[in-house]
């Protein structure tokens, strides 16, 4: 069963703001820390796999996808430049999970761009097997310390037939529906093999990296 592309639980607003934030990830670091500050949010630190992690302001989903929620926003964005290959990654993973009794082990990605520049997926408590873990405590963020739950997740999802390698960095508390589950697919191997990446996912990686070539061979050039 695929799962819905749930683009109507954005306003058109949201959806511009959404695109002004893949925009400014491709300038300076400042100019996309002050879009977001306008909107009085932070940026979570770290981010993950080349993408930037943001809540996402409440006002731009419908009140049909928006339900009652102990955090300041209902959802966060995962925001690129380009088309991301863990975008895609957790789109397709998700969308495999979608219906069957193993969804519950992943955060909800209830919409994305076509391009997979972003997507949106439902806000998670983060829990660590660790007290006083400095990832979130230096952002300020809530978070549980259980440290048998790597353990316990790892059990589950290879009860449904997945594996992963990075467990303990990636589980949160779904509070609307009481279970653990990952918020950050990345280390997980898709049930149907490897992800083989479509065209437009690749060809952005492969010009943004021979930029980031060229740009080092310009500069090497003007010093020598």
């Known amino acids: 069963?695929?799962?819905?592309?749930?683009?109507?639980?954005?306003?058109?607003?949201?959806?511009?703001?959404?695109?002004?934030?893949?925009?400014?990830?491709?300038?300076?670091?400042?100019?996309?820390?002050?879009?977001?500050?306008?909107?009085?949010?932070?940026?979570?630190?770290?981010?993950?796999?080349?993408?930037?992690?943001?809540?996402?302001?409440?006002?731009?989903?419908?009140?049909f996808y928006f339900d009652e929620w102990e955090h300041e926003t209902f959802y966060v964005a995962k925001i690129c430049g380009i088309p991301s290959p863990q975008n895609y990654r957790e789109v397709h993973i998700w969308n495999q999970a979608y219906g069957g009794s193993d969804s519950d082990l992943f955060a909800p990605a209830d919409a994305w761009d076509d391009d997979y520049r972003w997507i949106l997926m439902k806000r998670v408590t983060p829990v660590s097997p660790i007290s006083g873990d400095l990832a979130y405590a230096q952002n300020g963020?809530?978070?549980?310390?259980?440290?048998?739950?790597?353990?316990?997740?790892?059990?589950?999802?290879?009860?449904?037939?997945?594996?992963?390698?990075?467990?303990?960095?990636?589980?949160?508390?779904?509070?609307?529906?009481?279970?653990?589950?990952?918020?950050?697919?990345?280390?997980?191997?898709?049930?149907?093999g490897e992800i083989e990446y479509p065209a437009v996912v690749q060809n952005a990686v492969e010009e943004y990296n021979q930029q980031g070539q060229d740009a080092g061979a310009d500069g090497r050039t003007e010093n020598e």
């Open 1 to 63: 069963m695929t799962a819905p592309n749930a683009m109507h639980a954005i306003t058109d607003d949201g959806v511009e703001f959404l695109n002004q934030l893949c925009d400014a990830w491709n300038g300076e670091k400042g100019k996309l820390r002050t879009l977001v500050n306008e909107h009085g949010l932070q940026l979570f630190t770290g981010g993950s796999r080349g993408r930037e992690i943001i809540p996402f302001p409440d006002e731009y989903i419908t009140d």
């Open 141 to 192: 963020q809530e978070y549980y310390v259980d440290e048998g739950a790597p353990e316990r997740i790892e059990g589950w999802l290879e009860d449904e037939g997945w594996r992963i390698e990075d467990a303990p960095e990636n589980i949160g508390f779904h509070e609307e529906q009481e279970y653990m589950c990952l918020f950050d697919y990345g280390g997980v191997h898709p049930l149907d």
